[in-house]
């Protein structure tokens, strides 16, 4: 019932920017912790920002500067916004519903993903 869908992705030169959105349906996504992951190939999926319902934001250390979450509940969307692009930053981006929200959705919790390439 609840679904989770990331779209933005593509491809972007060195240095560029790119915004990812998610968008959540079947759910109150003003009570909803969310979050960004993404997983390079032979990497494990690994998460780099949280957006609280509250609004707090967190975001990994080695993207603050370049990367950014925001949330816009009236479009029950979550945005990952992306500066400054690196090769490193290549990856499969997902969204998902993060705290015990997301522990009660099981798998429905992630996004399908979105393809991030960085290449000149």
């Known amino acids: 019932q609840v679904q989770v869908v990331e779209s933005g992705g593509g491809l972007v030169q060195p240095g560029g920017s790119l915004t990812l959105s998610c968008t959540v349906s079947g759910s109150n996504f003003r009570r909803l912790d969310m979050g960004w992951y993404r997983q390079a190939p032979g990497r494990q999926r690994g998460l780099i920002a949280t957006?609280?319902?509250?609004?707090?934001?967190w975001l990994v250390d080695f993207l603050k500067g370049r990367f950014t979450i925001s949330r816009d509940n009236d479009k029950n969307t979550v945005y990952l916004k992306m500066d400054n692009l690196k090769v490193e930053d290549s990856a499969a981006y997902y969204c998902?519903?993060?705290?015990?929200?997301?522990?009660?959705?099981?798998?429905?919790?992630w996004g399908q993903g979105t393809q991030v390439t960085v290449s000149s």
């Open positions: 957006m609280t319902f509250g609004g707090t934001p």
């Open positions: 998902a519903v993060m705290g015990q929200q997301g522990t009660m959705m099981g798998d429905s919790r």
